[in-house]
């Protein structure tokens, strides 16, 4: 019996699905409503970890950024400019101040080696480069 138990919460802690990534990039944009569009700053050389569990995000900054997210909008597949192929999967949030707010996670499937991370509010967004190697 007590074998079977530790067993069982073996698989469970297994199956606990834990992501760690490196930001190695983080761009800043202002909503500008004049133009009704976003003004990304130019990126900034980061070294910060980002941990995903569930529904919970963790950017491992300053700040001690938090989101959990409660609403899944699906995924989009698509094509840039360029032609190359991209999956981006969007979720409404809110972080550890109880702001409102979406986290993006967008990866390329073809031609470019290339994942961001993008929490947006009304009027700031937040851009992070995931590095290709998990460390």
């Not at 130019?42 to 959990?68: A, C, M």
């Not at 996670?105 to 947006?120: A, D, F, K, R």
């Amino acid at each position: 019996m007590k074998k079977t138990f530790i067993f069982l919460v073996a698989i469970l802690l297994s199956l606990a699905s834990t992501a760690q990534t490196k930001a190695y990039m983080m761009q800043v944009a202002r909503y500008s409503k004049t133009t009704e569009r976003w003004k990304w700053d130019d990126p900034n050389q980061v070294n910060l970890r980002i941990t995903i569990e569930s529904n919970f995000v963790k950017i491992h900054d300053e700040y001690g950024t938090k989101l959990w997210t409660y609403e899944d909008l699906g995924e989009k597949k698509d094509y840039d400019d360029d032609g190359d192929a991209y999956t981006k999967h969007i979720w409404n949030a809110y972080d550890e101040k109880n702001r409102k707010c979406r986290f993006t996670m967008l990866y390329y499937t073809s031609g470019v080696s290339l994942v961001t991370y993008t929490i947006q509010y009304n009027d700031i967004a937040f851009r992070y480069y995931i590095s290709s190697a998990n460390e």
